[in-house]
């Protein structure tokens, strides 16, 4: 046997070592497609991979092996879900706080900030399975929410990108609800093609 077919099998349990900090809506949110893809999407593609296995040779058709690579997709996509739901730890930016809680930036804040060029941005410190950057919600874990972490209003930060060190004013810290997008079924799936 060579040495490059062998290969180890990758560990399928969840990170042990690194929290997944997520919002309630964000964790609804996981739990709408995962149950999109269980309950719909995947039985769609299951229907399509039968129907093109009665075709005969399946080493030329396209169908199946198209389907079959889709069905791969989704069970690859379901595993991944299942792990970061199991993993999740829930913080609701919405409960009550007290002290520096309550006005240093933590995992839910909403922070008002301004570069050096006194350019105000606005942007809510969300897990990683919501960021969304057109809504301006960011990573806990991208270097801005790291740079914000444990900052207050009135404090001076450095943000360290890969385009260089940026200095960073806090100008408020607030915590309140943060709207996730809501999960929709995507366009061309299975199951939207099977119920039209």
Do not use: C
Request: glycine share 8%.
């Amino acid at each position: 046997m060579r040495k490059g077919s062998t290969r180890r099998p990758q560990d399928d349990s969840p990170a042990l070592h690194v929290k997944n900090y997520i919002t309630p809506g964000g964790l609804e949110r996981l739990k709408e497609e995962h149950q999109f893809l269980l309950n719909k999407d995947r039985p769609a593609v299951a229907v399509v991979v039968a129907w093109a296995a009665s075709n005969g040779d399946r080493s030329e058709n396209a169908d199946y092996q198209y389907a079959k690579r889709r069905l791969r997709q989704i069970d690859g996509r379901i595993r991944h879900l299942s792990k970061r739901m199991e993993a999740a730890e829930v913080v609701d930016p919405e409960a009550p706080r007290s002290g520096l809680r309550a006005t240093k930036v933590y995992f839910g804040a909403t922070v008002l900030y301004a570069n050096a060029a006194g350019v105000e941005r606005e942007v809510s410190i969300v897990g990683v399975d919501e960021v969304d950057l057109d809504r301006n919600h960011v990573s806990w874990v991208s270097p801005l929410g790291r740079a914000l972490m444990r900052s207050a209003e009135g404090d001076s930060v450095v943000l360290e990108a890969p385009g260089g060190k940026e200095s960073l004013t806090v100008l408020g810290v607030r915590y309140e609800r943060i709207a996730v997008e809501p999960f929709r079924e995507p366009p061309g799936s299975y199951a939207a093609a099977k119920q039209s």
